[in-house]
């Protein structure tokens, strides 16, 4: 059932109350007066006042709980504007408004949602059933540390047998040969085979030269 209540020629500007009627529109009535008593907003004395003469038309006119009634609609319409001038200087005026709205506020009993929200949240799963699941749960927390000490060894033998393949791999030192080096020792081991008694055989008698005589003319 819904039910209406009205406010007219409210000074208050729509904007300003609009801001308020969204806030609470679509909440309980008692959660939208606990909202509405710390807001901040001057409107929102305005539409609290409202929303309890809704709530005091349904409990007396219809016999309807409070805690079962939502706000359904909560409407700011405008109403007329008051227009008024202030004299400043040199004989002049400005001109300024007061402007006032009409609030309209609906409520509406639901009996489902309330039983709801009373309503005790059944247990998900049977106390069987999670007995069940929590004994599998401590086998497998048990049968895990097995598991683990027997992928350890094969792990580290996998990594020895790597480790070895590369050692046998990698080239020793006795082993790389360098271009360079092994030239130089074939040039040195050539000199030391020919030595120097059989590369000069000392200067022969042709060789002197033609100004001196031999040593029997003279």
Known sequence: ????AHSRFIRRGP???RL???MVRGMRVEEALSALQFAPQHA???VAKTIRSAAANAEHNFELSRDELWLKTVMIDDGPTMKRIR???RGSAHQYFHRTCHITVIVEDREEESARRRR???ASRPAETVTADSSVDEQELAAAPDELEEETPKAEAVTSAEAAAEAEAVPTDAQIEVPGEADEDQEEDGEGAQGPSALDDG???DDE??????????
């Open 1 to 4: 059932m819904e039910v209406i």
């Open 15 to 17: 904007r300003k109350a």
């Open 20 to 22: 308020v009627a969204d």
């Open 44 to 46: 929102a004395h305005d």
């Open 87 to 89: 004299p400043v200087s």
């Open 120 to 122: 005790p949240q059944a």
């Open 203 to 205: 200067p022969s008698p």
């Open 209 to 218: 030269p033609e100004g001196r005589a031999p040593k029997g003319e003279q």
